[in-house]
């Protein structure tokens, strides 16, 4: 009789554990098997009562359709060139039925979660406890350390599960899987602010970009809707600086200031950081008088798990899974989007590569220019010297932007050369893309390439374009310092992609949105007019052999740097 009880006790336990609702008959597992977990190893236990913040990617629509829509909308050739889908038109294509979503909506409510459905239907922001997610996805929390970082990760131990009842809707629930590497960064050296500047190779301003780059466009304000962002991770910036930095290197846009912030990190102006500050000066610089955006994001968090009372939490697929969302659900993003962060490819699960690509591809059919930073890593030699990495994200949906040096000749002229570290070569994520076969193809012909098993031949090819990314003279802390590393080129052609747009505009035409088929179309149509081939240079190092930059399309310098006089002409003249 005592044993009948004690059972019947715990089955009513059981039930009441799905918050009074019929218990599911099964539940799925989901998994992430990772190939290495780079020194991240299991510590405290996060505290119960902490509350983070959780995504829960719905399962989206008719995305063969929006893909080629997009290539459509995005090929020069194509009659539908730049006719972009509008908020509501790509949401009606995606997003999930209404009875789909409820039955997520309820599952949460049964359980007293915190939750939001975003306005473009496809995520639901989680709010949760420790508790509470563990209790919900049948799981087990874990902060994660760094024998290289004081910044710690809190990710599941293992599998977390979803009513097999809705696994038809829910894609995945992040952040719970991966581990980021500790990536490196490239070299700042400082100068003083009345430091000589001999030369170009000694010191790159806006200037000497106009100048090399053949920007002829005047600096004037168009009046048009056009508008640029940076996205950064914990980067404050300091309006005296950039003040500053117009007076020195920028006079005609003084006083201009950032239209808006955006993201969950604000800007307090108390941690002013060297790459916010130059992401934010030369997008501006050279973007001209559109208005710029501000994303920050803040991806540390106090916790209060034993052991740890203030520990810090840094993870760039957090910020990237949090400005995505932020971007597709906003009905009117800023037209150029500048990314410097990165990590390394294959470490997180292919479903949430997979998904930040897509999202990448449905901004791009609504208009937006999204160009990322290559990486600083070179060829991305592997710790035993056997094989490439490659950067995350290398989505063929974004333009990838390498680096040169620039260089000046005894007759004034100017002249390139690949960066060591401008990170080049081949996605394991994702194949060629169509846009870049015929350049990839030629330039796999060439007889002095490293061993093919370095690299996936098959996969899309990186960078797209390089502009010059060293001695960048910038603004910060009220001092002049210069700097090096692919984060100078991405928001340099940004600013450059911005000029084009604010051009289209002002002439009643869309604006380029994602522009790699036209990047690549420019070089056959101007029979290569439109770039500086860029011929010298190697992002090999002493483990492992790089890659040449020959001549035509290389994984150095991508398809060259811009003769943007060339490129700006044809890219307004599509209609």
Same mark, same amino acid.
């Given at each position: 009789m005592w044993k009948t009880l004690c059972f019947a006790i715990l089955c009513i336990v059981l039930v009441s554990g799905f918050g009074g609702l019929k218990r599911p008959s099964s539940v799925t597992a989901r998994t992430f098997a990772p190939r290495t977990t780079h020194k991240w190893t299991p510590s405290t236990l996060p505290s119960r009562h902490h509350t983070r913040d959780y995504f829960i990617a719905l399962r989206e629509r008719n995305l063969d359709q929006v893909e080629r829509l997009a290539i459509d909308i995005s090929d020069p050739e194509s009659s539908s060139y730049s006719q972009h889908l509008t908020f509501e038109q790509l949401n009606g294509l995606t997003s999930p039925h209404d009875e789909d979503i409820q039955r997520v909506t309820r599952w949460l409510q049964a359980h007293s979660i915190e939750h939001e459905v975003l306005p473009a239907k496809t995520y639901i922001r989680v709010r949760a406890t420790t508790r509470q997610i563990e209790s919900l996805l049948r799981t087990k929390l874990r902060t994660f350390s760094h024998s290289e970082s004081d910044k710690p990760i809190v990710r599941a131990e293992s599998a977390y599960y979803v009513p097999t009842e809705l696994d038809d809707v829910i894609h995945f629930i992040a952040p719970l899987h991966g581990y980021p590497r500790v990536a490196r960064r490239g070299p700042i050296r400082k100068v003083? !602010? =009345?430091?000589? %500047?001999?030369?170009?190779?000694? /010191?790159? +301003?806006p200037d000497i970009i106009r100048t090399r780059y053949n920007i002829t466009a005047p600096l004037i304000d168009l009046k048009v809707n056009n508008t640029q962002a940076v996205f950064e991770i914990q980067g404050d910036i300091s309006d005296d600086d950039l003040q500053s930095f117009y007076q020195q290197f920028a006079p005609k846009l003084a006083g201009q200031k950032v239209r808006k912030f955006l993201g969950d990190g604000g800007n307090a102006q108390t941690q002013v950081g060297t790459e916010s500050s130059l992401d934010i000066e030369y997008i501006a610089a050279l973007g001209g008088f559109a208005p710029n955006y501000y994303y920050n994001y803040n991806v540390r968090d106090k916790m209060e798990g034993k052991g740890l009372t203030r520990g810090k939490e840094n993870d760039i697929y957090s910020a990237f899974l949090k400005y995505a969302t932020d971007l597709i659900n906003d009905p009117k993003p800023p037209l150029v989007q500048s990314i410097s962060y990165g990590n390394y490819g294959g470490d997180y699960p292919i479903e949430e590569v997979d998904r930040i690509s897509d999202e990448f591809m449905k901004l791009g059919a609504r208009g937006v220019t999204v160009l990322v930073a290559s990486g600083d890593d070179g060829v991305g030699?592997? +710790?035993f010297g056997t094989s490439f990495e490659f950067p995350y994200p290398s989505t063929p949906w974004v333009t990838l932007v390498g680096s040169t040096s620039l260089q000046t000749e005894s007759d004034g002229t100017y002249t390139e050369v690949g960066s060591t570290?401008?990170?080049?070569? @081949?996605? #394991?994520? @994702?194949?060629? !893309?169509?846009?870049?076969?015929?350049?990839?193809?030629? @330039?796999?012909?060439?007889?002095?390439? $490293?061993?093919? =098993?370095?690299?996936?031949?098959?996969? %899309?090819?990186?960078?797209?374009?390089?502009?010059?990314g060293e001695s960048f003279q910038i603004v910060v802390g009220g001092d002049v310092a210069s700097v090096d590393g692919t984060s100078c080129s991405a928001p340099t052609f940004g600013g450059m992609v911005s000029i084009i747009n604010g051009l289209r505009l002002k002439a009643g035409k869309k604006p380029v949105?994602?522009?790699? $088929?036209?990047?690549?179309?420019?070089a056959t149509v101007?029979?290569? %007019? /439109? *770039? *500086?081939?860029?011929?010298?240079?190697?992002? #090999?190092?002493?483990?492992? !052999?790089? @890659?040449?930059?020959?001549?035509?399309?290389?994984?150095?310098?991508?398809? #060259? +740097?811009p003769n943007f006089d060339v490129l700006g002409k044809y890219a307004v003249s599509l209609p």
């Open positions: 003083t !602010p =009345s430091g000589k %500047r001999s030369t170009a190779l000694d /010191a790159v +301003t030699c592997n +710790t570290f401008s990170t080049g070569g @081949f996605s #394991g994520d @994702f194949a060629t !893309p169509k846009w870049q076969k015929e350049a990839v193809e030629e @330039f796999l012909k060439n007889p002095d390439l $490293p061993a093919a =098993s370095y690299y996936n031949a098959s996969g %899309r090819a990186l960078p797209d374009i390089s502009t010059v949105g994602f522009i790699n $088929p036209l990047l690549y179309k420019a101007t029979q290569g %007019r /439109a *770039y *500086y081939d860029v011929t010298s240079g190697n992002n #090999g190092d002493w483990l492992c !052999p790089g @890659f040449d930059a020959v001549k035509g399309w290389d994984p150095v310098t991508g398809l #060259g +740097t």
